[in-house]
Each structure stands twice: as C-alpha cells, then as structure tokens.
C-alpha cells in the first residue's frame, strides 16, 4: 500500500538553527500538508500546499516557516531559527485531491526537538 | 469555524469492555468525519470515516455513525483488546479545512 515517508523520524537541534524536514507524499496525490503535535497536545494544521503553491496557512506558520516541492517527488518543511516551543512531532499528509470526504493520508511523523 | 470536541481522557478499560469515545463538532458546511488512531511511537492512521449524515464508518470492530441531527460522530466498539491501546483522534474535513479534536487517550489491561 504507498505511503508518506518522512525524514529524518527523529532531530535533536540547537534554538537559532534551521531544519528541513523531508517527506515523500503518495505519488499520484495533489494536495500536501504539515501538521504539528506538540507533546501531549492535539494535532495542529500548519500549512497545506497545491499546484506549487501554499493554498492554506494556519496562525502558526509564521515568517519562520516555509515550505517547498523541490522536485517531483520531495516536500520539505523548513524552520528558519528554531525557538524551544518548536519541539514538537511534524506529520506530512497528502490526499488525492481536496475534495471533503478524500482521506487525508499521514507519515509516521519527525520529531524534533529543540534544545 | 469549524471544530472538534471530543471526550477528554484517558479512559482506562478491562479488556472486553465495551468502548464509547465522544464526539460532537461544528461546521458551517458538510464535513466529512473520521477517527485517526495514533499507537505508541507512531504516527497517525485513518481508523474509519463517513462522508454523509446517517453513513456508519467501520473498521477492526470499530464503528462510528455520521449524526448530523445530534451533530456527533461518537466512537464504539464493542469489546476492547488490549492491542488497542492508544490514542483516538476524531476529525472533520470539509473542502476549506481539516480540523482534528484533542484526542482521547486509551488504555486497556488485560
């Protein structure tokens, strides 16, 4: 069955250092997303992404965040300086298209952790 | 805007027990609904889900009816193993937003 793959699953960083994280959606999806988990807490909407463009962008995803399709297969999340409250899990979703009703398919996650 | 809530937990069950989790959400359109369930360590995976009012989403003897009167989706499954230990996720998407409730943790001994 294809799935979202995510690198790295786990990062230890440095507060004011940037990080990239990886994810590979489902091949044949259009719509791609991060999410957040900070430990404990409910699951956050950050940013969705179509067409090489943000489609969507929660209050969250401030000027410290960006996000990129590379090339054809790549989506990455970055974080420019990262605070200590950017601890937190990262999931990468992707879904067919947005149609309500498509289910949104999730990676098993980064951790990262800012120290 | 739309939202989620769902019952706070944890909920701690012998195993055979019977499973409620409670969910009730608010929307401005016709969301479709679904439960993620997160095990220890890993990420989120789609438990079941129903698109429209009165549609029951069913998987691994779990079930969830689409409630559009009551505006509920509440979770249940008859009896428990300890294998499902974990943390349940009820969400809605309708072609604007994707929200997820706070999630209700689950533990079942044996």
């Known amino acids: 069955e294809p799935e979202v793959t995510q690198t790295p699953s786990h990062q230890v960083t440095q507060m004011g250092q940037e990080v990239i994280l990886r994810c590979v959606p489902i091949s044949n999806h259009l719509y791609f997303y991060w999410y957040r988990q900070i430990l404990g807490q409910k699951v956050e909407f950050l940013v969705s992404f179509y067409n090489n463009e943000i489609s969507e962008k929660s209050e969250i995803f401030d000027d410290q965040f960006s996000v990129e399709r590379p090339d054809g297969s790549n989506f990455t999340l970055k974080i420019r300086s990262t605070k200590l409250e950017d601890s937190a899990m990262y999931f990468c979703?992707?879904?067919?298209?947005?149609?309500?009703?498509?289910?949104?398919?999730f990676g098993e996650g980064s951790w990262l952790t800012v120290v | 805007g739309n939202s989620v809530t769902q019952m706070e937990g944890p909920v701690t069950l012998s195993e055979e027990a019977f499973l409620t989790i409670n969910c009730t959400y608010t929307a401005t359109g016709y969301p479709s609904l679904f439960w993620y369930v997160q095990y220890p360590g890993e990420g989120l995976q789609l438990l079941l889900k129903?698109?429209?009012?009165?549609d029951k989403g069913s998987n691994k003897g779990f079930e969830a009816t689409y409630r559009k009167e009551t505006t509920s989706f509440h979770l249940e499954k008859g009896s428990v193993q300890v294998s499902d230990s974990a943390v349940y996720f009820c969400a809605l998407s309708d072609p604007n937003d994707m929200r997820f409730g706070a999630g209700t943790r689950l533990t079942v001994k044996p």
């Open positions: 979703a992707s879904s067919p298209d947005r149609v309500s009703g498509n289910t949104i398919y």
């Open positions: 129903a698109t429209k009012a009165d």
